[in-house]
């Protein structure tokens, strides 16, 4: 499903400096082929029209998560940070033979972290001994670890978390079953996982995946993303998930995610840690 080309303007105007945390460059495939190995083939979605999306919104700055249609070549991701003169940072996927000299590249080009997908319809599963020995790697450039994964998986994954050297950021909240309510054990184990380890931060993302309510409203994301703001405001990220890889329901208008940041954090203060300060102690603090 192709994303929407022209988002209707939200009506809710981030804060000065307002970072989305959470999207994606694909291709142009003429350029920056796609990875041998992905389960899915997505429709090019290069850095301009993501750069045009974030003035749009109202947005200043985007961190840029490689995904797994291009594997471990992050050459997309490269080229658009390079292009972003300083707006962007990005998560890699690197393989555990990544060299120093390409690790110290990824870094200059703007690269923090690198991300950890245990999801199995997109990808062949890594060995947590190759994830230890690239977390051991890239603790050492200060880079922390995203991870996505699927809620049912977190109790198997928890002394795997802990026992990483760096922050660690949650991608869509740990992919709650939304059917099953906020206070569902699989719910309550992932914000007691947060209380637990100061390290562990989430982004609270992905109405449009996650949400049996549906858009415009997405009303059954509000109570999950809202109980991580509250209890953990200097802990989340917000992002838009651009450009929606592999939805099969709907395609949602960016406009309508970006509404509903003033429902997941009401104050203020909150949107501003949410949207300016916690992405920038993060993600620019060099
Ligand atoms: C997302 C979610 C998805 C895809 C990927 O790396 C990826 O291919 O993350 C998904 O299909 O849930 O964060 O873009």
């Known amino acids: ?17 307002a970072v989305d945390a959470h999207c994606h460059v694909f291709g142009p495939a003429g350029v920056f082929p ?7 083939t997505p429709c090019d ?13 109202g947005f200043s700055r985007n961190v840029i998560v490689q995904a797994t249609c291009h594997g471990a070549d992050n050459r997309a991701l490269v080229d658009a940070l390079k292009a972003a003169n300083g707006l962007a940072r990005g998560i890699a996927t690197v393989r555990a ?3 120093d000299a390409e690790l110290k590249a990824l870094d200059e080009a703007g690269v923090r972290g690198v991300r950890f997908n245990f999801v199995k319809r997109l990808v062949d599963a890594t ?17 922390h670890i995203v991870v ?31 059917a099953k309510g906020v206070d569902h054990p699989d719910f309550r184990r992932f914000v007691d996982l947060m209380a637990a380890n100061p390290r562990i931060w989430s982004k609270v993302t992905c109405p449009e995946r996650l949400s049996i309510s549906g858009p415009p409203a997405y009303d059954d994301f509000v109570p999950f993303a809202r109980a991580l703001v509250e209890s953990f405001p200097d802990r989340v990220l917000w992002g838009t998930d651009w450009p929606h890889p592999n939805m099969t329901t709907h395609m949602p208008d960016d406009g309508d995610l970006t ?8 104050t203020p203060d909150e949107r501003q840690a949410l949207l300016v300060d916690n992405p920038m102690r993060l993600y620019w603090s060099r």
Do not use: C, Q
């Open 45 to 57: 979605a290069p850095k301009e029209k993501l750069f045009a999306l974030r003035d749009f919104l």
């Open 97 to 99: 033979t990544v060299s």
């Open 148 to 178: 996505y994964f699927e809620a049912h998986e977190l109790a198997d994954l928890i002394p795997f978390l802990n026992s990483l050297p760096t922050k660690i950021v949650v991608d869509h909240m740990g992919r709650p079953d939304f």
């Open 1 to 17: 499903m192709p994303f929407k080309p022209n988002p209707t303007r939200p009506s809710f105007v981030p804060p000065l400096g």
């Open 127 to 143: 060995p947590r001994e190759t994830y230890v020995s690239i977390a051991e790697r890239i603790a050492k450039l200060g880079w």
């Open 34 to 40: 796609y990875a041998p190995e992905r389960k899915y």
């Open 259 to 266: 509404n509903m940041i003033p429902r997941i954090a009401p």
